[in-house]
């Protein structure tokens, strides 16, 4: 079983940045991919990021590709998604996640991932 807790979420305005973290503890080792989806109100979960612990391959969602960034500490077991730019839209509960594979072509897909965080919420005003 892996643990994971996230931190970092608040209310900021348009804009602004966050650097949201997630804490990986209990068995970490069986761990190999790392992602962040988030969930606004009436709306289904969505793919984030996500990063692979080993080779620290990463993925964004179109959306926020040139204001959203994921990284890792390996020593740490966090993973980071640091936030600029922020927009209304990016209002919404983000959850950390944890997949065992080394390497999969569906990393945007919450199937993949077998353990998940309570989530941090995120809102953004105008």
């Known amino acids: 079983q892996v643990q994971l807790v996230e931190s970092g979420g608040g209310l900021v305005q348009a804009g602004d940045s966050l650097r949201l973290s997630c804490a990986a503890s209990?068995?970490?080792?069986?761990?190999?991919?790392m992602g962040w989806f988030r969930q606004a109100p009436g709306k289904e979960r969505e793919f984030v990021a996500a990063i692979t612990w080993n080779s620290g391959w990463t993925w964004l969602t179109d959306s926020v590709k040139g204001r959203f960034a994921i990284s890792r500490d390996n020593a740490k077991k966090t993973v980071y998604l640091q936030m600029n730019i922020l927009k209304r839209e990016d209002t919404a509960v983000y959850y950390c996640?944890?997949?065992?594979?080394?390497?999969?072509?569906?990393?945007?897909?919450?199937?993949?991932?077998?353990?998940w965080g309570q989530g941090t919420q995120v809102t953004v005003s105008s």
């Open positions: 209990g068995r970490t080792f069986s761990t190999n991919i």
């Open positions: 996640a944890a997949g065992p594979k080394l390497w999969t072509a569906n990393y945007n897909s919450s199937q993949e991932y077998d353990s």
